[in-house]
């Protein structure tokens, strides 16, 4: 094939909760696009990111966690992420090194036998396990499914992230380009800056707060004759007791959910940020279908 010829194509990443999906694809991009947790079900939309070279073009999809749902919104996700399996030209099903084999493998795979893309095995955290321990867990999945490549990976750590990017490439066929060689994503600033804000959430609440949280971005305005943009994001949560402790006592952790989400934010937007964060309680949000619309849970996204 010749060397002019541009590739491109679509990937989507799937894979179990929590298996380091959107950490593969921050690292992949070279920036947060999408948000990182240690808790499950951490993305919740279907997260574009756009990797541009000379010659070609790769738009990652990085999808909410296969899951079995017990709300709305867990359906809404499982819907996102199984329709994105039949609208690419490759897969990459992302397993961590440290777990192993579990049933909610088996139900991605159970998926994967209807669809004609082909499909990756991507073993993610090798860094936290022993070599010896990769070779036994490599010939298990073969055996399960007819994966077209299995690459190893530490998306943490960036180990032969370069090397799956190769591959990936590899399968793609001449195509044009998507998206200008500047996009990193095709969400707006205002899905990010509430996604960042989120995080901060995540990662400073107890277990009870993660599931019942959504961020939603009221107001982004440029002040005029200055570089500081004005932010205002609403943050919902189920119940008061919830409420409470996001605010934190005296207002500390709200405090420190908006200092660290506006460090994150201006590194975004490259501009100073000023950021007022309230927070509202709209009881069971997650089962109600117009909630999760007014949120940005549509139907009509995937």
Request: aromatic share 8%; proline share 4%.
């Amino acid at each position: 094939m010749s060397k002019d010829v541009f590739k491109s194509g679509f990937v989507s990443i799937v894979g179990r909760p929590n298996v380091g999906k959107s950490t593969l694809l921050n690292e992949v991009i070279g920036q947060k696009i999408a948000i990182m947790s240690d808790k499950a079900q951490t993305t919740r939309n279907k997260v574009q990111g756009v990797y541009t070279t000379n010659d070609s073009q790769v738009v990652f999809i990085d999808t909410p966690g296969i899951h079995k749902p017990k709300h709305k919104l867990g359906d809404f996700m499982i819907k996102m992420a199984q329709s994105s399996l039949n609208e690419v030209d490759l897969i990459l099903f992302v397993i961590n090194a440290e777990e192993g084999y579990g049933a909610g493998d088996q139900y991605i795979i159970d998926r994967l036998q209807n669809v004609e893309s082909p499909v990756f095995l991507v073993i993610n955290k090798i860094d936290q396990v022993h070599p010896e321990q990769l070779f036994p867990m490599i010939n298990f999945y073969k055996d399960k499914y007819s994966f077209a490549e299995i690459v190893p990976i530490s998306a943490l750590q960036g180990n032969n992230v370069n090397t799956l990017l190769e591959q990936v490439v590899d399968y793609l066929e001449e195509g044009p380009q998507y998206y200008p060689s500047d996009h990193v994503t095709d969400h707006p600033e205002r899905f990010i800056v509430a996604e960042l804000v989120r995080e901060k959430v995540l990662h400073l609440t107890r277990e009870e707060i993660p599931h019942s949280v959504t961020v939603v971005t009221e107001q982004m305005i440029k002040r005029e004759g200055s570089d500081v943009i004005d932010i205002h994001v609403t943050v919902v949560v189920e119940r008061s007791s919830q409420k409470g402790i996001i605010i934190g006592k005296q207002g500390k952790m709200l405090k420190e959910v908006g200092k660290r989400a506006r460090q994150d934010i201006e590194a975004l937007l490259g501009s100073r940020v000023f950021m007022e964060i309230w927070v509202k309680v709209v009881k069971d949000w997650r089962n109600k279908p117009s909630s999760l619309r007014d949120y940005g849970y549509r139907e009509d996204d995937y």
